[in-house]
């Protein structure tokens, strides 16, 4: 219990294909998470673009345990304003309730939406509407992906009303703020995290979980000990690294080399390895294989495809 069977995920897919389309023509613009036509880069640029157009008070909001928290006796009431049909509302009800199996212990959840079911983000959407609706109705620029949003103010003032009104808000909803990661930021001179990235200055890096999860991956596929011959290697490495650089292409041009280069030590160790060496690479192994060997062997370079991304966007 609590992992969605097959047959669940047909039934809940063939649910979203009716129940979506009729809260998305309604869905505010501000939201980007999990809607046809709409992602997190979209989200993401909007964000470059509001801080450019001088917004650069951001109220950085993080609702705790969103997801596990959202009250079933309020979500069903949202989706019975839109939907009347009884046996839409009992399957939507049916997988609420959803059982899960903790431990030895079963117990049937009272509040959230069940993890891993496909109708979750759309459910998770239609709570969060009205504060959308709110939020815009109020001229705040708000930009949201599911759980995770921020507002952007031309002011300090205009951000701490911000920050009030979401407070109440999210209050009266059954929901809670953490209290140590929402707050409010001036982005010139101050950080703040946003679907993987870090802004702060007027640019953007990945965040430090984003890099510890991207070095995590890299490292599994790069061990000392490895048996698979170097093309093997870079094979089920070079994936991994276009999938990380498709998505954080747009980091500061220094996050790319200091990366590379932590890779190419990865993979000399690997080398050193086989000829005996103990520990990671250093001394003559960078003359040894140069930068220019990994490349020969098709290694896939994060700096030269950042260059190559700006080198295009300047035409």
Known sequence: MGIPTVRDRVVQTALRMVVEPIFEAGFAAQSYGFRPGRGCKDALRRVDGLLRA??????????????????HDRLMALVGQK??????????????????????????????????????PLLSNIYLDPLDQLMAASGYEMVRYADDFVVLCRSEAEAAQALAMIGQWTAAAGLVLHPLKTRTVKARQQSFEFLGYRFEGGRRWPRAKSLTKFKDTVRAKTRRNSGHSLEAIIADL?????????????????????????????????????????????????????????????LFSLRAAHALTCQSSRR
């Open 54 to 71: 001088g917004y650069e008070h951001v109220v950085d909001v993080d609702l705790k345990s969103y997801f596990d928290t959202i009250p």
């Open 83 to 120: 939907v009347s049909d009884g046996r839409i509302l009992e399957l939507v009800g049916q997988f609420l309730r959803q059982g899960i199996l903790d431990g030895l212990a079963a117990w049937t959840p009272e509040g959230g939406t069940p993890q891993g079911a496909v109708i979750s």
């Open 238 to 298: 070079n994936p991994a690294l276009r999938g990380w650089f498709n998505y954080f292409q747009h980091s500061y041009r220094t996050t790319f080399p200091s990366l590379d280069g932590w890779i190419h030590t990865r993979l000399r160790s690997v080398r050193r390895k086989r000829r005996k060496g103990k520990g990671i690479a250093r001394g003559a192994d960078h003359q040894r294989w140069p930068n220019a060997f990994f490349a020969k062997h098709g």
